[in-house]
C-alpha cells in the first residue's frame, strides 16, 4: 500500500506535527511506501492531495482540523485514493461521528490498519464537503471564531463561543433566503440559521440535526426561522445538545438536492472554511469517498 500524510503544522497550536515521529516509527521494517507533506499555506492540503491522487493509488490521511480534512478531501475527490482523519485540530467534529466515544490512543495505527468504506459526501457550489455546511447565524460565528482564533489562538466550544458572541454583538441574526428543496418544495422567509448535515456534530460538539448518518443516501437540513435575540440565547444550549428539535420556528428537511437564494451575499462555512454566495447549489454524492475508518 502506498500512505500518504498530508499535516497541517498549525492544526491544533501544533500538535499535527508529533505525529511525525511516530509514523517513522510505524513504518519501520516495513516495505509500505510512505511520503510525509507538510502544508505551507491555507489551500496546500488540497493542492498536494491533487497532486498526488494524478499519479497513483494512496491512503490519504488528513493530518490537522476539519478545515485539513476538507481541504484534502476536495484534492483527491473523483480518484480512486482514500481518506482518512489523524486528529489534530480545534475540532474534529467529524471523528466523532463515526468514532463516537471511542478513545484516540493508538488512533494512528488504528487508521493506518482501517478498511476503507464507501460514505456519503455533499457537494455546495462544486465543493464538496464531507461534514457539514451552513449559513446565517452559525456562518457568521466561524467568521468571528476565526479573527478571534488568530489572536488569541483558542480552540473548541469555547473559541465557538466566543465567535457567538461576537456575532450576536454585530447584530448578525436576520437573513433573508429562498429554499428550494429536492425542485418539489420553494419556502422563502428569513432565518437565523440553516444547517445541511452529512455528519452529526459541528462546532466543537454542536447537534443540528440529532438522526444524522453519514451513510444514508440523504442530505439533512435544519432551519430556524428568524428569532429575536433573546430567544437566540434560548435556543443556543438545546441546540449546543440536540434539544432544540421541538422549539417553534425549528423545521427539518431531508434532502438530495437543495437550492439557496438570497439578495444580499452570504457567509457560507463549509467545514470552517468560508465563502462568499449569492446562490447556493447543493446535493448529496452517495457512497463517494471510501473513508478510512479506524479498526477496532
Do not use: Q
Not at 58 to 78: F, I, Q
Not at 105 to 120: C, E, F, Q, V, Y
Not at 189 to 198: E, S
Not at 215 to 226: K, M
Amino acid at each position: 500500500m502506498k500512505h500518504l500524510f498530508i499535516i497541517n503544522p498549525v492544526a491544533g497550536k501544533g500538535h499535527a506535527s508529533s505525529y511525525i515521529p511516530a509514523i517513522h516509527n510505524y513504518f519501520k521494517g516495513k516495505t509500505d511506501e510512505y511520503h510525509i507533506e507538510i502544508t505551507k499555506n491555507p489551500g496546500h492540503a488540497r493542492d498536494i492531495a491533487s497532486w498526488y491522487a494524478g499519479k497513483d493509488e494512496y491512503r490519504m490521511y488528513a493530518t490537522g482540523g476539519d478545515g485539513t480534512l476538507n481541504e484534502v478531501l476536495n484534492g483527491m475527490a473523483g480518484s480512486k485514493c482514500s481518506l482518512g482523519i489523524l486528529p489534530a485540530g480545534s475540532g474534529n467534529d467529524f471523528l466523532k461521528s463515526i468514532y463516537k466515544g471511542r478513545s484516540y490512543d493508538d488512533i494512528l495505527d488504528k487508521t493506518i490498519n482501517g478498511i476503507p468504506t464507501p460514505i456519503d459526501c455533499g457537494v455546495v457550489n462544486d465543493r464538496y464537503f464531507i461534514n457539514i455546511m451552513s449559513v446565517g447565524l452559525d456562518a457568521e460565528v466561524a467568521y468571528y471564531s476565526s479573527k478571534i482564533n488568530k489572536k488569541l489562538h483558542l480552540t473548541g466550544m469555547l473559541l465557538y463561543l466566543l465567535g457567538i458572541a461576537a456575532a450576536l454583538i454585530k447584530g448578525k441574526t436576520k437573513f433573508p433566503i429562498k429554499f428550494t428543496f429536492n425542485d418539489t418544495e420553494t419556502i422563502e422567509t428569513k432565518i437565523t440559521l440553516t444547517a445541511c448535515t452529512n455528519g452529526k456534530y459541528y462546532g466543537g460538539g454542536f447537534i443540528p440535526v440529532p438522526t444524522t448518518e453519514y451513510n444514508d443516501g440523504i442530505l439533512d437540513v435544519c432551519f430556524v426561522e428568524a428569532k429575536s435575540l433573546i430567544n437566540i440565547l434560548f435556543l443556543i444550549p438545546k441546540y449546543m445538545k440536540g434539544k432544540h428539535t421541538e422549539l417553534k420556528g425549528v423545521n427539518f428537511r431531508k434532502i438530495e438536492k437543495m437550492h439557496i437564494e438570497s439578495e444580499n451575499e452570504l457567509k457560507v462555512n463549509i467545514e470552517g472554511e468560508l465563502i462568499f454566495a449569492n446562490i447556493l447549489d447543493i446535493e448529496i454524492k452517495k457512497g463517494f469517498i471510501n473513508f478510512i475508518i479506524p479498526a477496532e
